[in-house]
């Protein structure tokens, strides 16, 4: 190779060379220095220890202590309705009347011939004294007045028959039927339930069985009446486990003194268990819920090496959780109490952030929130 060949590379590997290795330098200044970022404000809570209401909640329909279609038991016209939809009603009370000329009539006719029977019975047991008639024509007397006895007390069973009743105090459906209609025995005529107490039906897992006995408190809550409570007690519980899905069900008997709870209503159902479970309690907002794992962001203090000073950082940490009680939810495993966790806008931090807390604008956390109906 000739010596200006060997001269004209060298040359080209230093104009190339040079300008590399000084931007090189340059990148490599650049990515030492980090940005100073600013920190992130952020709401904060402790995580705390609290003993809740040991609670099963469970999915329950509501049902009439006492229920039923009121039905026709004699046939015939409608002559009188003695009711409207929807009315309170007391035990005994008459719903509607069927034509009874015709029973009436036949009702006479038989009370005579009652009436004639006894006065046959009076004077053949006079007869019978004085030994003018026999005792088989006495006793011949005695049946026929017993018989048309027993026909007339038939005749105004039917005519009772004829005079529907309610069976039992309660609060009264759509009526069913109309003045002069014609009704066949069992037609229905109207619904009659029992609305305070009321019951509630439902089903918790069979490892309850041992702890769930009459007496225990149930708290009924329904979307029907937002924002209200009611409350009752167990008072019948199922001896067979359901062999498909392996729960237990339970039957218990609520106060309904306004009415707001119907039959056939859905309800939440929460069993309150006679023990206290210890839990650590954090606001639901703190949760980052992710496929992977639920986590919080713990608030560390540090001290940072280039300034000297202390600061907030976040530290995020994988939880497990438990039940959850109003605004808050119970951490069975990562936290313990006392650890400062963020407690709002979870979504846009990051682990290694420096933060700075303000709570001036932390939402309000409870146990038992009853937000505004709007």
């Avoid at 010596?3 to 590379?9: S, T």
């Avoid at 004077?123 to 006793?139: G, I």
């Avoid at 937002?226 to 167990?234: H, L, N, T």
């Avoid at 959850?324 to 119970?330: A, K, L, W």
Wanted: hydrophobic share 45%.
């Amino acid at each position: 190779m000739s010596r200006k060949l060997i001269v004209a590379l060298v040359g080209l590997l230093i104009l190339i060379g040079v300008p590399a290795a000084i931007k090189m330098r340059q990148f490599n200044v650049m990515s030492s220095v980090q940005p100073a970022n600013p920190p992130e404000t952020v709401t904060a809570d402790r995580a705390r220890e609290e003993s809740w209401p040991n609670t099963v909640t469970a999915v329950g329909s509501l049902v009439s202590v006492q229920g039923v279609t009121v039905s026709a038991e004699s046939g015939g016209k409608v002559v009188k309705i003695a009711f409207e939809s929807g009315d309170q009603i007391e035990a005994g009370d008459v719903l509607i009347q069927i034509n009874t000329s015709s029973e009436e009539a036949q009702l006479r006719a038989a009370e005579a011939a009652a009436d004639l029977a006894r006065i046959n019975l009076k004077r053949n047991r006079e007869l019978l004294a004085k030994q003018t008639v026999s005792q088989a024509e006495y006793d011949s007397a005695e049946a026929a007045y017993k018989q048309t006895k027993a026909e007339a007390d038939t005749i105004r069973a039917i005519i009772d028959k004829k005079i529907l009743r309610a069976p039992f105090a309660g609060r009264l459906g759509l009526r069913l039927v109309n003045l002069g209609q014609i009704l066949k025995e069992g037609d229905p005529v109207v619904t009659l339930q029992t609305l305070d107490p009321i019951y509630v039906d439902f089903s918790v897992p069979q490892q309850l069985f041992p702890v769930l006995a009459t007496g225990t408190r149930v708290r009924v809550t329904t979307d029907a009446a937002p924002g209200e409570i009611f409350e009752g007690k167990i008072n019948a519980v199922n001896p067979e486990i359901d062999s498909v899905t392996r729960n237990i069900r339970a039957q218990a008997i609520i106060s309904n003194a306004g009415e707001k709870l119907r039959a056939g209503m859905f309800a939440n159902v929460e069993v309150m268990l006679p023990n206290e479970q210890a839990v650590i309690a954090i606001p639901a907002t703190a949760v980052l819920y992710a496929p992977y794992g639920d986590t919080v962001f713990i608030i560390d203090r540090e001290t940072d090496k280039q300034t000297g000073k202390t600061r907030h950082v976040l530290r995020q940490q994988i939880v497990r959780l438990g039940v959850t009680r109003g605004d808050f939810v119970s951490v069975l495993s990562g936290l313990q109490a006392g650890d400062q966790i963020v407690t709002s806008g979870v979504f846009k931090l990051r682990p290694d952030m420096p933060v700075v807390v303000d709570n001036t604008l932390a939402p309000n956390a409870e146990l038992s929130p009853t937000p505004p109906n709007k």
